[in-house]
């Protein structure tokens, strides 16, 4: 089983919708969680960490389910700028290093 | 400020060269990280530098690859004897101090063993 899983995708929506991504992690101790964002040939950049409680940043969700293991990436009123690799990412009990999934595609119609 | 830079941003090669390949992360950022990502891939983890402590090099793949860094500045990821399939984007990030913190990616560097 991968350390960290995420919804193979690719994810093609309309502009305006609400898409939610899922992703799952093996390691129990995992202690940080984050969801990364990817253009095409470009670096990752942090979108938002992952707090226990869930968070909101504009029109992004992140929710933790530490009994599930399991991280969720919601984004509402999608735009076209939205199109990206979206980048699950998950401390994997050492403090050395994080692990990332190895991303779900969304697409963004107009 | 100055994000985390990396050079060259293009690298050719012929098999069976060396290349060399440079990371500047941000001042002030203790850890420093390298992955390696093929076409259409994910991030594969490579090696880790935290302050003077020991790296971890669990992720390397093969002798061939090795990486220094001197105190908590620049970073050097060597290839030796490169191989076709060492083909890939070469990504650094630096943060703060762990793992815990975000880490800054740099544009990486586009090596092509030919």
Redesign the interface.
Known sequence: RKEVEQDPGPFNVPEGATVAFNCTYSNSAS??F?WYRQDCR?????LM?VYSSGNEDGRFTAQLNRASQYISLLIRDSKLSDSATY?CVV?TG??????????TQLTVLP | GAGVSQSPSNKVTEKGKDVELRCDPISGHTALYWYRQRLGQGLEFLIYFQGNSAPDKSGLPSDRFSAERTGESVSTLTIQRTQQEDSAVYLCASSLDSSYNEQFFGPGTRLTVL
């Open positions: 202690q940080s984050f470009k670096e990752p950049k942090l960490s980048l401390n050492s403090a050395r290093q994080l692990t990332f999934g190895s991303g």
